[in-house]
């Protein structure tokens, strides 16, 4: 079965500096999202993006992220400069186009982003 | 975006059937009914999804009333390796990119 892949597994940076998430989704989906999941709370949503443009993005989606598709095959999510609370899981999920029916969102496992 | 209530926790034991119910009692029309399972240090995996009366696949049931304020979860014959945080959520099928809005969900634990 397909699956969406995150890399790194782990990434620890220090405060201030840039990071990059890498995200390969299914390779038919159109639709791309970016969650997160503070150690020991709900996941939220941070952003979706569709035909090369952001679709929806939530409060927590500031001018210190943004999200890219700079080929075919990756997606990433790009945080300027990190802040300690910046530190969570980072979620990647895909999903097919709707037609009919709703298409599920299908989840990587994520990268553990850790801010020093 | 419909609220769901779902119990914060569940026990059973090995072998035995779990039924998770969920209420969301202001679904709308274009709502499907979507749950998720997410072990810890994963990302959320889907199960199942429905709209209406039944739906089954190879892990899971769903069953949907015909007033769809609720839904419940059925695991047949529950292992070990089903203790997991289960989420329920209401997806809307309209617009195109659709934002999942997950709550604190169920944590199943199976005893042997």
């Known amino acids: 079965e397909p699956e969406v892949t995150q890399t790194p597994s782990h990434q620890v940076t220090q405060m201030g500096q840039e990071v990059i998430l890498r995200c390969v989704p299914i390779?038919?989906?159109?639709?791309f999202y970016w969650y997160r999941q503070i150690l020991g709370q709900k996941v939220e949503f941070l952003v979706s993006f569709y035909n090369n443009e952001i679709s929806e993005k939530s409060e927590i989606f500031d001018d210190q992220f943004s999200v890219e598709r700079p080929d075919g095959s990756n997606f990433t999510l790009k945080i300027r400069s990190t802040k300690l609370e910046d530190s969570a899981m980072y979620f990647c999920?895909?999903?097919?186009?709707?037609?009919?029916?709703?298409?599920?969102?299908?989840f990587g496992d994520g990268t553990r982003l850790s801010i020093l | 975006l419909a609220k769901t209530t779902q119990p914060i926790s569940m026990d059973s034991y090995e072998g035995q059937e779990v039924n998770i119910t969920c209420s969301h009692n202001?679904?709308?029309?274009?709502?499907?009914i979507t749950w998720y399972q997410q072990f810890p240090s994963q990302g959320p995996r889907f199960i199942i999804q429905g709209y209406k009366t039944k739906v089954t696949n190879e892990v899971a049931s769903l069953f949907i009333p015909a007033d769809r304020k609720s839904s419940t979860l059925s695991l047949p014959r529950v292992s070990l390796s089903d203790t997991a945080v289960y989420y329920c959520?209401?997806?809307?099928?309209?617009?195109?990119?659709?934002?999942?809005?997950f709550g604190s969900g169920t944590q199943l634990t199976v005893l042997p």
């Open positions: 202001n679904i709308a029309t274009n709502d499907y």
């Open positions: 390779s038919n989906h159109l639709y």
């Open positions: 959520l209401v997806v809307s099928s309209s617009g195109s990119a659709r934002q999942l809005t």
């Open positions: 999920a895909s999903s097919a186009p709707a037609g009919n029916s709703n298409q599920p969102q299908h």
